[in-house]
């Protein structure tokens, strides 16, 4: 399971940093031609936007192995060290019930949309919704495994100190 998760990670990072340097491109083609150019290409506003939308579905995985999502925890912090671990596995059991229900919702939208194109670059329009697939089964997996984590590691919280411990998040 651990190379797996070294795979998706790799995986999710290059598809999230190509997805960037694609944007980049775009929108320097962009001001390059509003700048140079008598004519401005009517694709590229799409175009950044779905590199954008790739960009984001991409790197939403990996954001919750890191920690990277915003959270508020003043009122979590003042409870007892094991209601704190009890709670977050309790929050990231909802989290993950929410995105595996948004994750089949956006499977039934990408086949819904089959046969449509986007105006400006002429694509199926699953190209764009298939990333929302993407970001929401990530977001699953990736709660899923932290879940995993947290609840084999639980026994080890109750003893521990605060400095032992570290961020319980």
């Known amino acids: 399971m651990k190379y797996f998760f ?3 990670d790799r995986f999710l990072w290059a598809g999230s940093i190509l997805s960037m340097l694609a944007l980049v491109a775009v ?3 962009q001001v390059f031609a509003r ?14 936007r779905l590199c954008f939308i790739w960009c ?15 959270d508020v ?8 060290l094991r209601l704190r671990v009890l709670l977050a596995i309790l929050i990231d059991c909802l989290l993950a019930g929410f995105t595996a229900t948004l994750t ?8 819904a949309v089959k046969g449509h194109t986007s105006a400006a670059l002429q694509w199926p ?4 919704y298939v990333a929302i697939w993407l970001q929401t089964l ?5 709660l899923l495994q932290l879940i995993w984590r947290r609840i084999s590691r639980y026994p080890h919280h109750i003893d521990a100190t605060e400095e032992q411990l570290g961020e319980v998040r």
């Open 6 to 8: 070294i795979f998706l």
């Open 27 to 29: 929108v320097l083609l």
């Open 35 to 48: 700048v140079a150019m008598p004519v401005v290409p009517a694709w590229t506003e799409e175009a950044s």
């Open 56 to 70: 984001v579905a991409f790197a939403a995985g990996p954001a919750v192995r890191e920690r990277a999502y915003v």
């Open 73 to 80: 925890d003043s009122f979590i912090n003042h409870l007892p």
């Open 104 to 111: 089949y919702e956006a499977a039934k939208l990408m086949f």
């Open 125 to 128: 329009m699953a190209v764009f």
């Open 138 to 142: 990530m977001l699953t997996i990736y």
